[in-house]
């Protein structure tokens, strides 16, 4: 099975600056790459998406304008650029790939272990 070890969450701020990264255990044929978060006593949210075929993304609403997600196929890495950091914005972030596997007959994916960001006011 393939593992995402993520990396770079900490405390920051209100208005500081945080770089999230999530690679791959080995090499795949990625398919999507996004980034979700989970604050306490909420349910899991969509933060941000990347498609590598065109590299189309998509945002929630809430991190729009504040956050960026980038991709490297070469690398099997994702990373979540977040500037402007709330203390709303405190929460686990998870990493989440999906690949191709047998030339994209089906896929398979997983999910990083969760790094935690805190946003002080």
């Known amino acids: 099975q393939v593992q995402l070890v993520e990396s770079g969450g900490g405390l920051v701020q209100a208005g500081g600056s945080l770089r999230l990264s999530c690679a791959a255990s080995?090499?795949?044929?990625?398919?999507?790459m996004a980034w979700y978060r989970q604050a306490p006593g909420k349910q899991r949210e969509l933060v941000a998406t990347?498609?590598?075929?065109?590299?189309?993304?998509n945002y929630a609403d809430s991190v729009k304008g504040r956050f960026t997600i980038s991709g490297d196929n070469a690398k099997n890495t994702v990373h979540l650029q977040m500037n402007s950091l709330k203390p709303e914005d405190t929460a686990v972030y998870y990493c989440?790939?999906?690949?191709?596997?047998?030339?994209?007959?089906?896929?398979?994916?997983?999910w990083g272990q969760g790094t935690q960001v805190t946003v002080s006011s």
């Open positions: 080995a090499s795949i044929s990625i398919n999507t």
């Open positions: 990347i498609s590598t075929s065109g590299g189309r993304t």
């Open positions: 989440y790939i999906k690949w191709d596997v047998a030339g994209g007959i089906w896929t398979k994916d997983s």
